[in-house]
């Protein structure tokens, strides 16, 4: 079984601030991590993820995430947020079938 | 490339009527999945197709949802008769395939309230 935890319901941020949003999973086997945006009334859409390889995965949009395996965390970061970056982040996990967090929603503000 | 199609965006129904709602993914994508997003929640995972056949519907309610999707194409996700607790947001999604490493692609979704 595998589950994912997102550590911060809300996060309110200026622009131009950095943002982190924290994901921990669990799992008993190696597993696939993701980062997904949805804006509003929209889908889901994929920011990145870690497959194998380099632990620093960059993706869409400025966005990063890094892969710790002993921490079993996988934790979005952005230098500098735009207006444009308010929305519901998803972190999700998968062996063979994606499970997702609960999300974050990122408010910036002027 | 057309993205993932859903159809209707919204649906307001009374408890106990029944409900329907299509999906059209990617072109040339086997994989198509149904999933469930609860207000304040993440997307579940209702059922996953390849091709025209059931991949998974461990967490389908099967007393009151069914889904199909024909010729390996278009699905259908129907809930007879709906209760309260199924409003939520229907999201459809496909992949080319159906490993853990695939990504998935998410239409629109269609937002149910069951009064």
């Known amino acids: 079984a595998q589950s994912v935890t997102q550590l911060d319901s809300q996060v309110p941020v200026f622009e131009e601030a950095p943002v982190e949003l924290r994901c921990n999973y669990s799992?008993?086997?190696?597993?696939?991590l993701f980062w997904y945006v949805q804006y509003p009334n929209q889908g889901l859409q994929l920011l990145l993820k870690?497959?194998?390889?380099?632990?620093l995965v960059k993706g869409i949009n400025g966005f990063e995430a890094e892969f710790n395996k002993s921490q079993t965390s996988f934790h979005l970061r952005k230098p500098s947020v735009h207006i444009s970056d308010t929305a519901e982040y998803f972190c999700?996990?998968?062996?063979?079938?994606?499970?997702f967090g609960a999300g974050t929603t990122v408010t910036v503000r002027a | 490339e057309a993205g993932v199609a859903q159809s209707p965006r919204y649906k307001i129904i009374e408890k106990r009527q029944s409900v329907a709602f299509w999906c059209n993914p990617i072109?040339?994508?086997?994989?198509l999945y149904w999933y469930q997003q609860i207000l304040g929640q993440g997307p579940k995972l209702l059922i996953q197709f390849q091709n025209n056949g059931v991949v998974d519907d461990s967490q389908l309610p099967k007393d009151r949802f069914s889904a199909e999707r024909l010729k390996g194409v278009d699905s259908t996700l129907k809930i007879q008769p709906a209760k309260l607790e199924d409003s939520a947001v229907y999201l459809c999604?496909?992949?080319?395939?159906?490993?853990?490493?695939?990504?998935?692609?998410f239409g629109p979704g269609t937002r149910l309230l069951v009064l």
């Open positions: 999700a996990v998968s062996d063979y079938k994606l499970s």
């Open positions: 999604a496909s992949s080319s395939g159906t490993g853990g490493q695939e990504t998935q692609y």
């Open positions: 870690y497959l194998s390889g380099s632990t």
């Open positions: 799992s008993s086997v190696s597993v696939y």
């Open positions: 072109s040339g994508h086997a994989t």
